[in-house]
């Protein structure tokens, strides 16, 4: 068993699947809460990245593993996206799913894949880093972390363009 720690979620690699556990970011959001007084910039960056009121952004920022889990959950449910690692179950109201787990590709792989090829688009989606992908067991390279909303956004898009 190995453990990953990211952003938003803890990951638990055990055998073939990967356990995404959603974190609350406490300490995060109080850092955030008192820088946010004194810069404008950081301020608007806030609301526009996490929701136009103070409590739903807030409400976002805290429990952002949360909505990543049941985004990617949800997204694959409804897609079954062959470009993304299958999200196989959801428990305790989406703070744990369970994905499949892949090997990892190298920076040169992915410079191949079809990812890079295609230009999936937004900026801020996780189509970037070596990191958000893995092989899956049938050999294709696949994301395995699509759960911002921009990114299942840009992923929506994009399937319907090919």
Known sequence: MRIRYGATRFVLLIGDEAIKIGRIRLLRFFA???????????REHFFIKYGPTFWQAALNDLCAGLYANLNEYEYYQASKDFRVMPTIRQLLYGWVIVQLRGEPVSLAELSKGPFIKQKIGEENCEVIEEKQFCRHADGRIVLIDY????TIQALSISMTTQ
């Open 147 to 150: 759960g911002r909303r921009v």
């Open 32 to 42: 955030r809460m008192l820088i946010l007084p004194f810069s404008r910039k950081r």
